[in-house]
């Protein structure tokens, strides 16, 4: 039976006027084995219906004494949400000690729906991906992004981000490069300092969210551009001996005061490292991350290491990548032998439980970890006030300001590619104009006054938007990454070349991924490359209104062919042979330059 929740807030936990460290200290002392075994925990927590406490709530939170948890919930209506929050708060405060709930969240200002990477924005303001960020180049763009999607999580009681991903692009097959910031790490060291200020505010405090920079030690050098969350995916690979050219926005990240790692599901192959997952690796978290590089902040690891489950109602094995002959328990023990303070996505207190029952892992060693766990919270002003105001979130999430500047840079980040004959921009377009398209919907044409025909045949122009090629894999799943070739295949291909050839056509490519693309180059009237953007984004680039312009500039090569792919380093950037655009390739309306 759980213990009773103290009726008033006497003890000096509570006492604002104590140190943070006497304030943990005199916590952590107060705790039970359980209350501590507890906070390693960081799991996924659902909503009930209209944004009520689920069913699995209580016992989560004053069962297995649990207090962080990740929100994967879709924000539409953000007091709505905000009043979730609020009542979940409640819970906690009902338990015996009433530690607040550190609530975090995936990616979820861009157009990304992909459980477990990245939530589309819905209430909140919607920019780039932060492939976007990265095309644009500006620290301070990269500033202003997060200082605003700092405002708008704590305005709904979201205290933790579970990002910056700062992998590196270098192997252009990798399904998860949306979320990165491209294939330079200098250039995504610079990006990932200003996202880590934007998301502290002026000093760590009350008033901001803790960010989680991943993949520790990157992962980007994926064999065979396979995805870890896979176990055809599993290995990370070096030939190229460039282990340390990934290390290096994680660098950047803890010199700008980094407060939380993860590291990857991948195990290193072929390197000084045992060949086990990056969670269950000590080499890398203790040897590499806290030893060598200095960090002292906290390591969750990523979700879902030590036990099997279900992932949008279709069965998942654990990513126990090169341990997968251990027993749960004994995984446990791996993982916190290597260093890590957190368990993602489990729920399995009882192992933890067991190994300080039977003297495997010691109750100080869980105490180093709730320590700091502890004292993130404390740090994050949860215990002063875990409440938010339902009605001033509703004001500040998703503010016509911040709407601006999220739309303005959705429409900056557009990379033009090419541009025969400077086709674009089309400022002036006659009203009888005839414009076949695909890839949106025809009324955000018609909406300016513009006609749409039925058939390349009988228009003057075709706006065509793509998605970047890929080989679809069922799953509910395993349908989201998109993986395999870069190229279309051979009928897509004659699909499009039999539009280009009929009409002058515009092309915009969302590139997740490189893409492979120089049959479109070559027929094309202009190609652009988007890094998310809705369609009145497009248009205005293409019309040119208010001066709207593609500033981008890409953030990765575009590989000329699959042969150059396969034969590239998965670890070494910039290496497919013979390019058809370089990174930092982006051309300029004729009247910017």
């Known amino acids: 039976m759980a213990p009773r929740a103290a009726s008033n807030k006497t003890q000096p936990y509570w006492d604002v006027s104590l140190s943070v460290d006497k304030r943990v200290e005199d916590l952590i002392q107060r705790m ?18 209209n944004d009520t406490l689920a069913n699995t709530s209580v016992p989560l939170v004053q069962g297995l004494f649990m207090s962080h948890f990740n929100t994967g ?34 990616p979820r200002h861009a157009f990304t729906d992909n459980i ?33 999607a700092r405002q708008e999580y704590l305005a709904v009681g979201i ?22 910031m491209g294939e330079d790490a200098h250039l995504t060291a610079k990006l990932v300092v200003a996202y880590i200020e934007g998301f502290t505010g002026q000093t760590f405090g009350h008033d901001s969210v803790t960010t989680v920079t991943k993949h520790f030690p990157g ?20 030939p190229g001996n460039n282990f340390d050219y990934h290390l290096i926005p994680f660098e950047a990240a803890i010199k700008a005061g980094a407060r939380q790692m993860m590291p990857y599901y ?11 997952g990056f969670g269950f690796n000590k080499g890398i978290v203790t040897g590499l991350l806290r030893e060598k590089m200095g960090f002292d902040g906290i390591v969750v690891s990523d979700w879902g290491l030590i036990t099997d489950s279900l992932i949008r109602g279709e069965p998942f094995p654990a990513r126990a990548w090169g341990v997968q002959n251990l027993t749960h328990i004994q995984r446990a023990e791996k993982i916190l032998n290597a260093g890590c303070d957190q368990f993602g996505g489990e729920t399995r207190t009882d192992l ?40 001033a979130a509703g004001r500040i999430v998703g503010q016509s300001a911040f709407r601006k500047l999220g739309n303005d840079t959705q429409r900056r980040a557009f990379t033009l590619l090419s541009n025969d004959d400077n086709y674009l921009p089309l400022r002036t377009v006659p009203a009888a104009t005839k414009f076949y398209i695909e890839g949106f919907n025809q009324t955000y044409l018609e909406r300016r006054g513009l006609q749409v025909v039925a058939t390349p045949a009988e228009a003057d122009y075709a706006l065509v938007r793509l998605q970047a090629p890929y080989e679809y894999r069922a799953g509910a799943f395993t349908s989201g990454f998109h993986a395999g070739s870069l190229a279309y295949n051979a009928t897509e291909q004659a699909r499009q070349a039999a539009i280009y050839e009929a009409v002058p056509t515009i092309v915009d490519i969302y590139l997740d991924r490189p893409a492979i693309i120089p049959e479109i180059i070559e027929s094309a009237a202009a190609v ?41 380093k998965e670890d070494v950037p910039f290496d497919t042979e013979n390019p058809v655009f370089r990174f930092g390739h982006g051309l300029r309306y004729v009247d910017d330059c």
């Open 159 to 180: 205290k933790s981000a579970l990002h910056p991903q700062v992998d590196l692009a270098t192997e252009p097959r990798w399904s998860r490069i949306a979320g990165t």
């Open 352 to 391: 933890i439980l067991q190994l300080v029952d039977n003297g495997t892992i010691s109750e100080e060693r869980i105490d180093v970890s709730v320590r700091k766990l502890l004292r993130e919270k404390f740090l994050l002003g949860l215990f002063e006030n875990p409440y938010v105001d339902p009605v």
């Open 528 to 568: 652009m490359a988007n890094f998310g953007s809705g369609p009145d984004a497009l248009l205005d680039i293409v019309f040119g209104v208010d001066g709207a312009s593609p500033q981008g500039k890409l953030p990765f090569d575009l590989p000329r062919s699959m042969a150059a792919v396969e034969a590239s």
């Open 116 to 148: 477990g990477t990245g939530l589309p924005a819905g209430a909140f303001s919607q920019w780039p991906e932060s492939l976007g960020l990265a095309a644009l180049r500006s620290p301070e763009i990269v500033k202003d992004f997060a200082n605003i």
């Open 266 to 276: 991948s195990r290193p192959i072929g390197t000084q490292y045992e060949e086990v």
């Open 219 to 238: 992962g980007g050098a994926i064999q065979n551009g396979e995805d870890s969350h896979f176990e055809y995916g599993q290995n990370a690979t070096y």
């Open 73 to 106: 919930a879709s924000i539409t209506n953000a007091s709505s949400f905000a009043r979730w929050s609020n009542s979940l708060q409640d819970l906690a405060a009902n338990t015996r000690l009433g530690i607040p709930i550190t609530l975090s969240t995936d």
């Open 32 to 49: 039970t084995i359980e209350e501590k075994v507890g906070q390693l925990f960081h799991t996924r927590i659902d909503t009930g219906v």
